[in-house]
């Protein structure tokens, strides 16, 4: 059975940097044919994608709302997935899932959300002052 496992999250002032690492684990299991991706979604809001990153082209993809920003990775040796958020905002405050998806040779921004093989649990990050 395949986990990925959050963390990271917490309470940081605006302007703050917090880095949310996704430790994927199960028999087999091997992040680099999995394209990946960070998911949040905020009360009252619908879940909205944030970053992506494909498994070949190694290509990221952001939401327009934190490009330049933010920064995801991966790091297929360890089967573990970061993102980097700087110059955090009010706005950026949300419960964060990391997810992978069975998808080598395509290009992340084509995998729906629903086509997301595997979530994490979730992680709260609290922007304010």
């Known amino acids: 059975q395949v986990q990925l496992v959050e963390s990271g999250g917490g309470l940081v002032q605006p302007g703050g940097s917090l880095r949310l690492s996704c430790a994927a684990s199960?028999?087999?299991?091997?992040?680099?044919?999995?394209?990946i991706g960070w998911f949040r979604q905020a009360p009252g809001k619908e879940r909205e994608g944030v970053s992506c990153m494909g498994a070949s082209d190694g290509i990221a993809h952001y939401n327009d709302s934190v490009k330049g920003r933010f920064t995801i990775s991966r790091d297929n040796a360890k089967n573990t997935m970061y993102l980097q958020m700087n110059s955090l905002k009010p706005e950026d405050t949300a419960i964060y899932y990391c997810a992978a998806a069975f998808a080598y040779g395509a290009s992340c921004i084509s995998v729906a959300p629903y086509e997301y093989d595997y979530w994490g649990q979730g992680t709260q990050v609290t922007v304010s002052s």
């Open positions: 199960g028999s087999g299991f091997t992040l680099g044919y999995y394209a």
